[in-house]
């Protein structure tokens, strides 16, 4: 059942979210994605009021922003990008055109060009990686591109171990992208990349 047209500005966010960046699930999925970890519980009718005509208390704003990788300050006051890595993209200016133009090629599976929420989480976990780690070395667009196919393969090597398929749905891919770039901690001193690929041999 989709909710009356939301009155107050936190409503028409959430439903902002729902509708565009979560492809219109149904709001009886969003009540059951929220619910189902965390042991977090709130009832379907107060979900559908905080959707419409009822301001939430901040723990509903909270549970939202952790389960689907939305930016607390966005939910509440509209502030900035709708999620951390469109804000972090943002911040750098995004990469040098001859970085995103290869992209296409060496992270077929995780790198949607029609997609600016799934390009700005890979963008993020790029950087949360390697690329913006204080006191390292710039990398060569040749290690980028190596980078690149390693967030590639485990995006999609995941997504085959989980669901068999031959190609991956989009929505999935977003998915684990963002978890990806929520999960992976922030940029520490000092790079490892170098280490990694000389461990890996590739």
């Not at 042991?39 to 379907?44: G, T, V």
């Not at 993209?89 to 001859?98: F, I, L, Q, V």
Request: aromatic content about 8%; overall charge neutral.
């Amino acid at each position: 059942m989709t909710p009356a047209n939301p009155v107050i500005p936190e409503a028409k966010r959430l439903e902002h979210l729902r509708l565009h960046y979560l492809d219109g699930i149904p709001l009886a999925e969003f009540h059951r994605l929220l619910t189902k970890t965390d042991d977090y519980q709130i009832s379907y009718a107060g979900v559908r009021n905080y959707h419409t005509t009822r301001k939430a208390p901040v723990d509903y704003y909270a549970q939202v922003s952790r389960v689907f990788g939305v930016r607390l300050e966005w939910l509440l006051f509209g502030d900035g990008e709708v999620t951390s890595a469109e804000a972090e993209a943002k911040e750098a200016g995004m990469e040098a055109p001859d970085w995103v133009a290869m992209l296409p090629q060496s992270a077929p599976t995780a790198w949607d060009p029609t997609d600016p929420i799934s390009q700005a989480a890979f963008l993020d976990c790029m950087r949360r990686l390697d690329l913006a780690r204080p006191g390292s070395q710039p990398l060569s667009l040749e290690e980028r591109e190596k980078l690149a196919r390693v967030l590639d393969t485990l995006i999609a090597g995941a997504l085959w171990i989980l669901r068999g398929d031959k190609v991956a749905p989009k929505d999935c891919v977003r998915s684990l992208l963002l978890a990806f770039s929520q999960g992976l901690p922030g940029p520490k001193k000092g790079s490892t990349y170098r280490d990694i690929v000389r461990k890996m041999k590739i």
